[in-house]
């Protein structure tokens, strides 16, 4: 068995190094970086399958291509660690996705060869155009690569893109299309079927073959090359081929090319870069490849993964608690069975938001769009146009990127659809862009909308409930990656609000309220000034937007307001909060604890939320102080 540390690997800490290795040596080297893939992300956790499948595929890439000279860009970013590897990260995977470690995606902070930190889908295209219009434009030397592949050409952005770039019959631009049929699940739209047509045909070898064949026997450049590239004009390739996708866009296609030899895919490559105008590779790849756990894995093919078996690939450790995507995924079946009118809708990602179970129960109300989420969004209003009630479930991140969707499709034509966020707040390893921080600011400018940040459970099924009855108006559910929380019953309810704990050592000074996840170290912050001996409400309003007028009152009762979210400062729930304040002419004091507005860095949650002064203990420390210093105003206004 090959393992990682068998030696070819460890000569190879540049894309130089890896030129320097004859062909025959390519497929050992390969399966040493699989078999190092498989030994480090199975400790790290981390996107596996989408890097087993691109492995041969990138080592031809940085034979072909002259990187950081040659920009390389990769769409989508998880599928970029085979790249790091091959440009002197090695010795750096066993802090993979972990606080000062190596990131998950592509990091320009960590090396030259990585151009774009794009670990959100279907932007390539449009870097590298950008990319290869200023090269041309400045004459200089150099061809842009835009690996695109494991759902990317999904989204509509890809496609503008594609339009663009066809237009520059001049452009240095390669575009290397991995086709695994697959993007977090199997691809879907009228692109997948067109490629899986491609892909099922008996032929399919045969054309491989051939283009295998007559790469070996192309000159270096030249139309000869490219009609010898093509198979034939007429013929087989003509009928297998996605031809009419993209020759009618104008862009030369080749392919197709089987991704996993290295040999055939430098080749292709090669030819491609020394055309000099857009090219547009083709190459068939499988996701997981080399791992029989993997491949044996339909659901995703371990698309991510935690810490796994290095064999087996089953997970390590005892079974994890039940998380707030599981809650919501039975929920949903449960309220969907109940009423008819409700559609689930997600943007390749079935599984992630746990809409499998609906989509296996109600079939036919079920839609996977890929990764289009403007898409997703008018289509859901159509829906609701129409009398159905549709959720739309993606990540808190991926809200961003359909805005203008939500705020002029949806809530301007007073739609009822319903947005469940996942993975809301600080997310923790995937990074910057992948925290759910941005959400509930942007929530706060859209008229109408409510949104509910539910604390445990019952507050999540109970939300649900209510914002599929919402007809008029969007509505949104957000809530964390994390474990759900043990339940934290309300002590009483006051106008709706929640209340959680009252202090009765004396009278309420400081009102505590806190907001979805972080309603439990709310509590915590609580409880901790009770120990100090200050009086404390803590409340939990569930329905965040619009602001209960109760919380008004109740914050007039107190002589601070401290607010804690996962959410950014600027623009969040506490902010909001504040402001209402202000326009309820009530003058107490308020305090914002949340996400500064910055990019965070990857990690483990509870070490960003230490970094962010999110602990229960240093919101507390910092409360203490404030009633302290306001004593000492007031003593010093006395003198």
């Known amino acids: 068995m090959v393992t990682a540390s068998d030696g070819l690997l460890r000569q190879v800490q540049s894309p130089a190094d890896l030129k320097a290795l004859d062909e025959a040596q390519l497929p050992q080297l390969a399966a040493e970086i699989r078999a190092f893939l498989i030994e480090n992300v199975s ?116 496609w503008e893109a594609l339009n663009n770039i066809a237009e520059s019959t001049d452009l240095p631009l390669v575009v290397l299309v991995n086709d695994n049929g697959r993007s977090y699940t199997p691809t879907v739209g009228g692109l997948a079927k067109h490629l899986t047509s491609l892909r099922t045909d008996r032929r399919y070898e045969q054309v491989l073959d051939m283009v295998k064949r007559g790469v070996s026997k192309a000159p270096v450049i030249g139309s000869t090359a490219y009609d010898v590239l093509h198979g034939v004009k007429s013929g087989l390739k003509d009928v297998l081929a996605p031809q009419g996708l993209f020759a009618d866009l104008g862009l030369k296609y080749v392919g ?63 079974p994890g608690p039940q998380t707030w995507t599981d809650v919501f995924s039975e929920e949903l079946v ?86 469940v966020l996942d993975r809301a707040g ?101 409880r901790r000034l009770v120990d100090h001996g200050v009086g404390v409400t803590v409340v939990d309003p569930v329905w965040a937007l619009p602001v209960n007028p109760a919380l008004l009152r109740l914050a007039g009762e107190h002589e601070l307001v401290v607010t804690v979210e996962d959410n950014g400062v600027v623009g969040g729930c506490g902010a909001r909060l504040a402001q209402e304040l202000r326009r309820a002419g009530v003058s107490t004091p308020l305090r914002e604890f949340g996400v500064e507005q910055e990019f965070l860095e990857h990690g483990a949650r509870g070490e960003l939320l230490a970094q962010l002064g999110l602990a229960p203990q240093d919101i507390a420390r910092t409360v203490v102080e404030a009633i302290v210093a306001q004593e000492s105003d007031v003593e010093t206004a006395r003198h």
């Open 256 to 318: 197709p090319v089987d991704g996993h030899d290295v040999v055939a895919v430098e080749q292709a490559l090669t030819q491609a870069k020394q055309f000099g105008g857009p090219v547009l590779v083709h190459c068939l790849t499988r996701k997981g490849n080399g791992f029989e756990a993997a491949e044996a894995h339909e659901e995703d093919r371990f698309h991510a993964v935690g810490k796994i078996d290095a064999v087996t690939g089953r997970p390590l450790g005892a």
């Open 43 to 158: 400790r790290t956790g981390g996107h596996l399958g989408p890097n087993l499948g691109v492995v041969e595929l990138t080592i031809a890439l940085h034979r072909a291509f002259d990187s950081p000279s040659d920009p390389i860009v990769f769409d989508t970013g998880h599928q970029s660690y085979v790249h790091k590897i091959l440009t002197g990260r090695q010795d750096a995977f066993p802090s993979l996705r972990q606080k000062g470690g190596l990131s998950g995606y592509p990091s320009r902070a960590e090396s030259e060869h990585d151009w774009v930190e794009n670990s959100h889908a279907s932007t390539a295209l449009s870097y590298a155009d950008g990319l290869a219009k200023a090269i041309r434009l400045q004459h200089r030397s150099g061809t842009v690569l835009a690996v695109v592949g494991d759902g990317s050409l999904t989204g509509g952005m890809a």
């Open 426 to 526: 600080v997310t923790g390893p995937d990074g910057a862009s992948h925290h759910g921080m941005w959400d509930m600011s942007l929530a706060q400018l859209v008229p109408g909308l409510r949104l509910a940040a539910p604390r445990d459970a019952p507050r999540l099924r109970e939300a649900l409930d209510v914002a599929v009855q919402v007809d008029d108006a969007p509505t949104v559910v957000r809530y964390s990656k994390e474990a759900v929380p043990d339940d934290i019953p309300a002590v009483e309810v006051v106008d709706g609000l929640d209340v959680l704990l009252r202090a009765d050592t004396a009278p309420p000074r400081v009102l505590v309220v806190g907001f979805g996840q972080l309603v439990g170290t709310a509590l915590e912050v609580g």
């Open 334 to 419: 449960r309220l969907g069975a109940r009423d008819e009118r409700i559609v689930a809708i997600t943007a390749a990602m079935t599984y992630p938001t746990g809409l499998h179970r609906f989509a296996a129960a109600f079939p036919d109300r079920f839609f996977d769009v890929g990764i289009a989420e403007q898409h997703a969004v008018t289509s859901a209003a159509g829906m609701a146009m129409q009398g159905l009630h549709p959720v739309v479930a993606v990540y808190a991140t991926f809200l961003n990127r359909a805005f203008d969707q939500l705020l002029l499709d949806v809530a301007m034509h007073r739609c009822g659809v319903t947005f």
